[in-house]
């Protein structure tokens, strides 16, 4: 006995009765309810014999030993109470008792709360701590130039750009595939050739205002490849000379390429720098000529833009390198953009630029760039051109899977693989991908990263975890080395930006192949 | 008591998604708003397999810790199942579920075990490694899940139920 005066018993008694609002359903041996008593609606429970509130109250007890008692505080249950629950063997009986937790239930889960937020919190600004001192030293030496509005800009411009890679990666593939298979008819390869040439010029209108949407501080990714120059020269002569007829100017594109070893360019960038260059000379040459010449020297390719133009006043030829600014080079057209990311893609492929010029007679604009790596083999694309059939035999018999939501660009990836060799299925999701690679593993899979929902990112890494061993190609919109890095560290073998080139595409292919 | 019911628990450190995976299984429903678990929040579904075939789970989702209490220890009494949960962005979360596991091993005799490893819409954030899954997959199912887009959820409740009526 505690001593405790019968008054203050029968008030603790009560006190507490009042608070805890008892509720006990009794059950015999087989758990068939006998009986409910107390105030049920204050728990949200209906006490009918057969209720899933009752069934879900005997459940509870499911694998515990019959005839102990338990204590379960702070039991949340679907009618929305939570409880303190009791089980009260009794004989033949056992009795089920809830006492109402809620006020202490949402004290301290209010507690609880504020301390888990602030612990992620705390987490996630841990995280960014981290990241931040790791790029600090990348960023030391530029300025932050970039306020809302340039965000905004270059957030806009890059999904532009973005929206314009996809449908040019069908566009450029689809035209290849066609080159490749009209061989005779003359009329409708002028017509491709048309095509290509415009897209072309439509993708480096797009590339520039990426560029330029990029600022100076954002990574861009060099993109190596045996650049089949003549190729280039021709697509350029094609693309420009008429434009040149049209102005009544003499134009010649020469190559001195003879000793060209197999050095590997940015052909993407390359292109961009020679149409910008060109575009301007064109543009600003009233009368005469204008003339381009590729060579190599010195171990360098050398591009030099030669014009007979209005010329640059000594005040202005810094000048004609910052944006928007037409400097001295009055009724012009344009967006002024042009040189500015001609010398931006020349420093990022670690070359030099150098312009002369003089007023009234005409500017030259030289440009020196050094190879970014040695091809180990001939260009694939001569190979294919030259040796009918050579890709069947080096890659008939492979099983490719390819994950795209777009149909035209998995329907054209669809289609090469098969002239490659390879027996293909596309895919349009992560979760079939993922069930159809661990079903029956192909040799290789192309996965797009841009899809809605998971990302492809997603499908790769369940796949590796999983322990696919295929080669993984990784197609993307995005030129960023971020993104680069996320889908390698999520288990791709290979990563490709979009427009795709397609002998690029195929080289992988090959190495991925390769047992 | 139905004989084909059992007690299973969602173990796993704080905020990696617990409750989000039991009303994604349960209701098909998810709340982008973190709300912190008190105590245990108990529910429960039947499953129907193929051809095994119905299980009723009596789900024990208790609130987040990264090693068992007394009162975990209290709410696992009786368990047939675990759900192992780590958040793939937080690899701490994994070494936690872990470390639960091995614990519970401890309490409760040949507890069938599944570990998912939660927020797979985030999969560009996750500091998990594909190789540390592999590893893991020698010794117990994983399953890579999105309480957000459901993702992986059924599969995992269903591989459970299939080792418990195994």
Request: one cysteine or more; proline letters at 4%; aromatic letters at 6%.
């Amino acid at each position: 006995m505690n001593g405790f005066p019968a008054a203050v018993e029968r008030y603790i008694e009560r006190v507490l009765r009042e608070r805890a609002s008892p509720l006990m359903l009794s059950f015999d041996r087989n758990w068939v309810m006998l009986e409910a008593l107390g105030d049920a609606a204050r728990f949200g429970i209906d006490t009918a014999a057969g209720s899933p509130d009752v069934e879900l109250l005997r459940d509870l007890f499911l694998g515990l030993p019959p005839g102990e008692a338990h204590d379960f505080p702070f039991v949340s249950l679907p009618g929305g109470g939570t409880s303190h629950v009791h089980g009260v063997p009794d004989g033949e009986l056992f009795h089920v008792l809830l006492l109402d937790a809620s006020e202490e239930f949402a004290r301290l889960r209010s507690q609880q709360q504020l301390g888990h937020e602030a612990e992620l919190v705390s987490q996630e600004k841990s995280k960014a701590l981290a990241r931040l001192r790791q790029i600090r030293g990348e960023l030391e030496n530029q300025r932050s130039r970039l306020e809302e509005a340039n965000a905004l800009k270059n957030a806009l411009i890059a999904t532009l750009s973005h929206e314009f890679r996809t449908p040019l990666t069908s566009i450029f593939g689809y035209v290849h595939l066609l080159e490749r298979r009209i061989s005779t008819d003359i009329s409708a390869l002028q017509a491709l050739r048309a095509l290509r040439r415009n897209a072309t010029y439509l993708f480096a209108l797009a590339e520039n205002l990426l560029e330029y949407g990029r600022g100076e501080s954002g990574a861009t990714l060099l993109n190596p490849s045996a650049v089949d120059l003549p190729a280039l020269a021709a697509d350029l002569e094609a693309m420009f000379r008429p434009l040149a007829e049209d102005k009544g100017l003499a134009f010649a594109l020469e190559l001195d390429l003879a000793a060209v070893p197999n050095a590997l360019f940015d052909e993407i960038k390359l292109r961009q720098i020679l149409i910008n260059l060109l575009s301007n000379a064109l543009r600003y040459t009233l009368r005469g000529e204008v003339r381009a010449r590729l060579a190599w020297e010195n171990a360098r390719l050398v591009i030099e833009v030669r014009d007979t133009g209005i010329g640059i006043p000594p005040d202005y030829r810094e000048r004609v390198f910052t944006p928007f600014n037409r400097g001295a080079q009055h009724g012009s057209k344009g967006a002024g953009l042009g040189l500015s990311i001609v010398k931006r893609l020349v420093e990022q492929m670690h070359g030099e630029i150098h312009l002369s010029s003089e007023l009234g007679v005409g500017s030259t604009f030289r440009i020196a760039l050094p190879a970014l790596g040695q091809a180990t083999a001939n260009p694939i694309a001569r190979e294919f051109a030259d040796i009918p059939g050579a890709t069947e035999r080096w890659l008939k018999g492979g099983r490719a899977v390819v994950l795209d939501d777009d149909p035209d660009v998995s329907g054209l990836l669809a289609l090469l693989l098969s002239d490659l060799g390879f027996e293909v299925e596309v895919v349009a999701d992560v979760a079939q991908t993922v069930e159809r690679v661990r079903a029956d593993p192909p040799q290789v899979l192309l996965v797009d990263v841009e899809l809605p929902g998971l990302s492809g990112n997603a499908a790769v890494y369940q796949l590796r975890s999983q322990g696919y061993a295929g080669r993984i190609v990784t197609l993307s919109a995005t030129a960023t080395e971020d993104a680069r890095n996320a889908a390698l560290a999520a288990g791709a073998d290979f990563y490709m930006t979009k427009p795709i080139n397609l002998e690029q595409l195929v080289r992988v292919l090959q190495r991925a192949t390769v047992p | 008591m139905t004989a084909l019911a059992r007690k299973i628990c969602m173990l796993g450190d704080f905020g990696v998604g617990k409750t989000s995976l039991v009303e994604r299984f349960l209701r098909s429903t998810f709340d982008e708003k973190y709300k912190t678990t008190v105590g245990v929040k108990v529910d429960s579904k039947e499953v129907v397999l193929d051809p095994e075939g119905s299980l009723k789970l009596v789900v024990w989702d208790i609130a987040g810790k990264s090693a068992l209490d007394a009162l975990n220890q209290q709410y696992l009494r009786g368990a047939s199942g675990l759900l192992l949960v780590a958040d793939g962005t937080r690899e701490a979360t994994l070494r936690s579920a872990l470390g639960l596991l091995m614990q519970a091993r401890e309490l409760l005799p040949d507890p069938k075990s599944v570990l998912l490893l939660n927020k797979l819409d985030l999969v560009e954030r996750w500091e998990v490694a594909p190789g540390t899954l592999s590893e893991l997959r020698r010794s117990l199912p994983v399953f890579e899940t999105s309480a957000r887009t459901g993702d992986g959820v059924e599969a995992a409740f269903a591989e459970l139920a299939r080792r418990l009526m195994a």
